[in-house]
């Protein structure tokens, strides 16, 4: 099995004990994304729409760091703190979303950093 670690620095540094992605085999699988901005290391706002845009290019800088791109993705799992903000999430997921890959989406009380929404995926 041929495992090698994905690192790039146009997404932002774990902020605990993992890697932003693992290539095994030619499947990529990158953990959960919030909205961190790579520079700043802040949240890119206090809005779903500019946490999710900003988690959709953290996921695409990730992406893009293992040879892959959307057009690759078959699984994403999302997390949201507020279901109410479940159309804005989707009006932003789709234009990345184009494979339209599986997806489980789940609302859940928190998530680090306070982030409103994160995204993890699976790309072959």
């Not at 902020?15 to 085999?25: E, H, M, R, T």
């Not at 290391?41 to 290019?57: C, F, H, N, P």
Request: proline share 5%; with cysteine.
């Amino acid at each position: 099995m041929a495992v090698t670690t994905i690192y790039t620095a146009k997404a932002p540094e774990p902020i605990g004990p993992y890697s932003q992605a693992k290539l095994v085999d030619g499947t990529l699988y990158i953990s959960g994304q919030i909205g961190l901005d790579p520079v700043t290391g802040r949240l890119a706002g206090d809005d779903i729409k500019a946490q999710t845009e900003q988690v959709m290019s953290n996921l695409d800088a990730i992406l893009t760091a293992a040879g892959k791109s959307f057009d690759d993705v078959v699984k994403t799992t999302c997390l949201l703190t507020d279901m109410s903000a479940f159309a804005t999430f989707n009006e932003i997921y789709e234009q990345y979303a184009v494979s339209r890959p599986v997806r489980s989406t789940y609302a859940v009380k928190a998530l680090p950093a306070n982030a409103l929404v994160e995204v993890e995926l699976v790309a072959d």
